[in-house]
C-alpha cells in the first residue's frame, strides 16, 4: 500500500500543508525544529489514530488552535482510500471515504505503518510498558480484534483494582463480586494472550533471518515472552483461562494485601537474546540498535503476511545513524517494494544510492 497525498490542517507546527508523494522513497531534508518529525508523526497518526511519541493528544493541536486535521488518500491493491482524522478536546474523530467510523479500534488498521525512530531504541533498554506498547500496538494494527480485547481487559483491570483496594474488610458481597470479576477478566486475559504469542512467534520467525542478515551472520536473535502466570503458547483458550484462574486463586491474599491486580498481560515482559546472553543487560549500543532494527524490518514483513500488504516504512533519523552495510541492507530488503519515509538533517549522511532513488522535500 502507499500514501498518495498528506493534507496537514493545524497540525503541530503546520497551520495548512498539503503534498503529494509516490510510490518510492521520499527525504525529508532540513535543519532542526523545522518539522520533519511532526509530518512522519502525522502519517504514523493517521494509520494508528495515535502518536508514537505521546499519549497526549492535545499536543498535536497547533498551538492556540481548536482541532488538528490529518488527511491521507492511500492505495491499495482493493483500491484507494481516503482517511480522516479530527483531534480536538471532545477527543478523535475518524473516516474512512467520509464515513464516520463509530469505534477508532475499526479504523485502525485501514492503513498499515512501520516507523523507526531514535526512541526504539528504547524497546531494547527501556522499561517493560515500553515493550507492551509495542506489543499492543503491532498487533492491533492487523488484528483490531485484538484491540477490543485489550480494551475490556483494561476495563475490568481498573475495576479489580479498585475492588481490590477496598477488600481487607471484606464481606460477603464483596467476594462474589471479586469472583464475577475475577472470571470475566480471565477470559480477557487468554484472548489478549493468545494473540500475542502468536505475535511472538511470527516475529521470531522474521526477526532471527533479518537479524543474521545484518549482524554478517555472526548473532542469533531470540525472541522471548515473559508471562506472569504459568502460560504458555503451546496451551488453548480454555487452558489458558484455567492456568491463569489458578494463579490468581494462588496469590488471593498477596492480591488483596497490596490492592491491586498482581498477574497478567499488564504485568508481562519481552526479552531479546544475541547469542544466547539478554541484549538489554549485555548488549553494547550498536547491538541493542540493530536488535531493534531487526525488529521493525521484521514487522514489515509480518504486516505483508498477516495482511497481504507492505505498509509504509517511516525513518526518522535513524538512516544516518546505521553504518554503510546496515544502510544497504536495510535498502536491500524494502527494495521497490515498501515506500519509504526518511528524515534527515544533512543528505551527507545517507548512501547515494538511496538519493538517487528519492523524491527530497525540504522542510522549512
Ligand atoms: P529535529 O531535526 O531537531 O528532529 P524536526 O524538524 O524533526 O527537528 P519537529 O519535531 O518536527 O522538528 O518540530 C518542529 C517544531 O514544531 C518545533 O520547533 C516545535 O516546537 C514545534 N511544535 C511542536 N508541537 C507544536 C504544536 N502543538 N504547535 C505548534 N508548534 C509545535
Ligand atoms: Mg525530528
Same mark, same amino acid.
Given at each position: 500500500m502507499h500514501l498518495n497525498e498528506l493534507r496537514l490542517t493545524n497540525y503541530r507546527n503546520y497551520k495548512k500543508m498539503e503534498l503529494s508523494f509516490e510510490n518510492k522513497i521520499n527525504v525529508f531534508l532540513g535543519e532542526n525544529a523545522q518539522g520533519k518529525t511532526n509530518v512522519m508523526e502525522a502519517i504514523y497518526v493517521l494509520a494508528m489514530a495515535n502518536s508514537h511519541r505521546t499519549s497526549r493528544d492535545k499536543e498535536l493541536i497547533k498551538w492556540d488552535e481548536e482541532y488538528a486535521k490529518i488527511e491521507g488518500r492511500i492505495e491499495k491493491k482493493t483500491g484507494s482510500l481516503s482517511l480522516q482524522l479530527v483531534i480536538s478536546q471532545q477527543g478523535k474523530k475518524a473516516?474512512?471515504?467520509?464515513?464516520?467510523?463509530?469505534?477508532?479500534?475499526?479504523?485502525?488498521?485501514?492503513?498499515?505503518?512501520?516507523?523507526?525512530?531514535p526512541e526504539d531504541l528504547n524497546l531494547v533498554k527501556g522499561s517493560p510498558g515500553v515493550r507492551r506498547r509495542f506489543i499492543d500496538m503491532e498487533i492491533g494494527q492487523v488484528q483490531p480484534v485484538y484491540l477490543y480485547h485489550l480494551g475490556q481487559y483494561i476495563k475490568l483491570l481498573q475495576q479489580r483494582n479498585s475492588l481490590l483496594k477496598n477488600m481487607r474488610n471484606s464481606s460477603q458481597e464483596k467476594m462474589i463480586m471479586m469472583e464475577i470479576l475475577t472470571d470475566q477478566l480471565v477470559e480477557q486475559a487468554a484472548n489478549v494472550i493468545i494473540r500475542r504469542?502468536?505475535?511472538?512467534?511470527?516475529l521470531q520467525e522474521w526477526a532471527e533471518p533479518i537479524h543474521r542478515g545484518i549482524s554478517r551472520n555472526l548473532e542469533e536473535l531470540k525472541i522471548q515472552y515473559n508471562p506472569?502466570? @504459568? *502460560?504458555? #503458547?503451546?496451551?488453548? +483458550?480454555s487452558k489458558i483461562v484455567e492456568a491463569y484462574k489458578q494463579k490468581f486463586d494462588k496469590i488471593k491474599d498477596r492480591e488483596i494485601e497490596r490492592g491491586v491486580t498482581l498477574a497478567g498481560p499488564h504485568r508481562d515482559d519481552l526479552s531479546f537474546f544475541v547469542n544466547g546472553?539478554?541484549?538489554?543487560?549485555?548488549?553494547?549500543?550498536?547491538?541493542?540498535?540493530?536488535?531493534?532494527?531487526?525488529?521493525?524490518?521484521?514487522?514489515?514483513?509480518?504486516?505483508?503476511? @498477516? *495482511?497481504? #500488504?507492505?505498509?509504509? +516504512?517511516?525513518?526518522?533519523?535513524?538512516?544516518?545513524?546505521?553504518?554503510?552495510?546496515?544502510?544497504?541492507?536495510?535498502l536491500n530488503t524494502i527494495q521497490g517494494r515498501v515506500q519509504t519515509f526518511v528524515t534527515t538533517t544533512s543528505v551527507e549522511g545517507i548512501h547515494h544510492s538511496t538519493l538517487d532513488k528519492a523524491s527530497m522535500f525540504e522542510v522549512k
Open positions: 473516516k474512512v471515504n467520509h464515513l464516520e467510523q463509530k469505534k477508532l479500534s475499526e479504523y485502525i488498521g485501514a492503513l498499515n505503518v512501520v516507523m523507526f525512530a504469542f502468536r505475535f511472538i512467534e511470527l506472569s502466570a @504459568e *502460560v504458555s #503458547e503451546t496451551m488453548d +483458550l546472553k539478554d541484549v538489554q543487560t549485555f548488549g553494547s549500543q550498536g547491538q541493542q540498535r540493530t536488535t531493534a532494527l531487526s525488529l521493525k524490518l521484521a514487522e514489515i514483513e509480518l504486516i505483508k503476511g @498477516e *495482511v497481504g #500488504e507492505y505498509p509504509l +516504512l517511516l525513518l526518522d533519523d535513524v538512516l544516518s545513524e546505521l553504518d554503510d552495510f546496515r544502510q544497504s541492507h536495510l
